[in-house]
């Protein structure tokens, strides 16, 4: 029976069907970016080097999307989508580009760049390192070098103090693991070779690497400013769930890939950054895992025929749950199909919501990624923005999937209009047509706005 001055109650069923599934409030919406595959020319760093030599021109970084210079425009575009948060990376190799000799006109860049994120009142997460080394360290052997993670702290030490004012959240590291599959497993990346020595050299380098950072920025900030690392986390599966062989390879790369870092680094995590990416699929004989080859099967997937497989982040977020929070600081898609992306947004999007409903502590969602950037050593045809850049102009055109995202950040939820779509096509609606025109409006005064200034 309602009770008298209370509305009657709806059948659940019918209240959910209708209602936006919220976020918490206060929770980190942005896009995420790395120094390397948004500015260009980074000419001072080992994958340029390596690009010149070991790769074919149209793979290589070059002006990659010239945000170095455009920074402010791209500022604005995100302030113009309603994010509230961005995360990207300062380059060492600009700030350092010979040993023990610092830049500062460089650091002066970035401190004009994160105080203009700033300005327009963003949460700023800052990677310290993301994959590029300057050329000199390299050439001493890079992280296989123990003197590395000295060379790390003394450049953290120089500009941190300088840029502190501006960034909220740190990352140390970006995705350890994967820097060491790229370069000893897959061996793709710079540097790449065939040696366990080095692997665990490298792990071991990085792990005190990133406790040495840790121990520093806290000296600094005592009373807050967390710190933490991005760190890939994948979800695992066997295709037959009697194979002894595949629940072993299992339970070992969930161990390897998810977990080692962190029993190396434990007690110097303010948060758990997840880069949530792929859902592997062990099968019996060699146990081959089957990522890149969903393509054509009945899974649906991203252009590099990664599966998409939102269930996956529901798992490792409620895998992970500890008792400090969890950022999503990066979970993307590359598809030249923009539909795709809408419905990998919103279904992901759902997967996290249904977490927190169990009681992740997950505080913020950085898309992968802002803009079609240079991805390694695959060059610039995964595409994986919100933002589509025309290479030959920079001219960026904004996706509907952008759109989509700004309708969940002003929900700070995912509506019923847009959750009713998933599994089947999510057309830019007129909504969205609309909100595009505001947006370019936005942009447009602001532009006219920064030129007056200046
Ligand atoms: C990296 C990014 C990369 C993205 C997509 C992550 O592993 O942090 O630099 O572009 O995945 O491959």
Redesign the pocket.
């Known amino acids: 029976m309602p009770q008298k001055g209370t509305a009657p109650q709806k059948h659940p069923q019918e209240r959910h069907d209708h209602e936006t599934l919220k976020f918490p409030d206060g929770f980190l919406w942005g896009a995420a970016t790395?120094a390397h595959?948004v500015e260009g020319n980074n000419v001072n760093n080992d994958w340029w080097a390596w690009e010149q030599t070991q790769q074919p021109p149209h793979l290589r970084s070059g002006a990659a999307c010239n945000q170095y210079n455009l920074f402010e425009q791209d500022f604005d575009l995100i302030k113009s989508l309603n994010h509230n948060a961005h995360r990207l990376s300062i380059e060492w190799s600009r700030i350092e580009p010979r040993e023990g000799e610092f830049d500062e006109r460089e650091i002066e860049h970035y401190v004009k760049l994160l105080k203009y994120l700033k300005s327009l009142k963003f949460t700023v997460m800052l990677t310290l390192w993301?994959?590029t080394l300057p050329k000199w360290v390299a050439d001493k052997g890079g992280w296989e070098n123990g003197a590395t993670v000295g060379y790390f702290e003394r450049f953290a030490r120089r500009v941190v103090p300088e840029i502190a004012t501006y960034v909220d959240l740190w990352v140390t590291l970006?995705?350890p693991g994967?820097y060491i599959y790229e370069t000893y497993i897959d061996r793709v990346w710079p540097h790449s070779k065939k040696s366990w020595l080095g692997q665990i050299k490298t792990f071991l380098n990085l792990t005190s690497a990133h406790k040495r950072a840790y121990k520093y920025l806290h000296s600094l900030f005592p009373a807050g400013k967390p710190v933490g690392i991005a760190n890939?986390i994948l979800s695992f599966e066997s295709y037959h769930k009697h194979s002894f062989k595949e629940q072993i390879a299992v339970s070992l790369n969930d161990l390897f890939a998810n977990h080692l870092f962190y029993m190396f680094t434990r007690g110097t995590h303010d948060f758990l950054g997840i880069?949530y990416?792929f859902h592997i699929r062990f099968r019996d004989k060699n146990l081959t895992a089957q990522k890149q080859n969903m393509v054509g099967q009945t899974h649906d997937a991203s252009d590099l025929g990664w599966e998409v497989y939102p269930e996956g982040i529901f798992e490792v977020l409620t895998d992970l749950a500890d008792d400090i929070p969890i950022y999503i600081t990066?979970c993307g898609i590359a598809s030249t199909n923009d539909d795709r992306r809408n419905r990998f947004l919103i279904s992901y999007l759902q997967e996290v919501a249904r977490a927190i409903k169990s009681g992740v502590n997950v505080r913020g969602f950085f898309y992968?990624?802002l803009l079609d950037n240079f991805?390694?050593h695959l060059g610039f045809e995964p595409k994986?923005g919100l933002v589509e850049v025309d290479l030959k102009t920079q001219a960026r055109h904004i996706r509907p999937s952008a759109l989509v995202y700004t309708d969940i950040i002003q929900h700070n939820g995912i509506p019923h209009s847009l959750l009713r779509f998933i599994g089947h096509t999510v057309q830019a609606e007129e909504v969205l047509e609309k909100r595009q025109k505001e947006i370019e409006k936005e942009i447009n005064s602001s532009q006219t706005k920064n030129k007056s200034d200046d």
């Open positions: 790395s595959q993301h994959f970006n995705e994967v890939n880069n990416y990066e992968w990624s991805e390694w994986f």
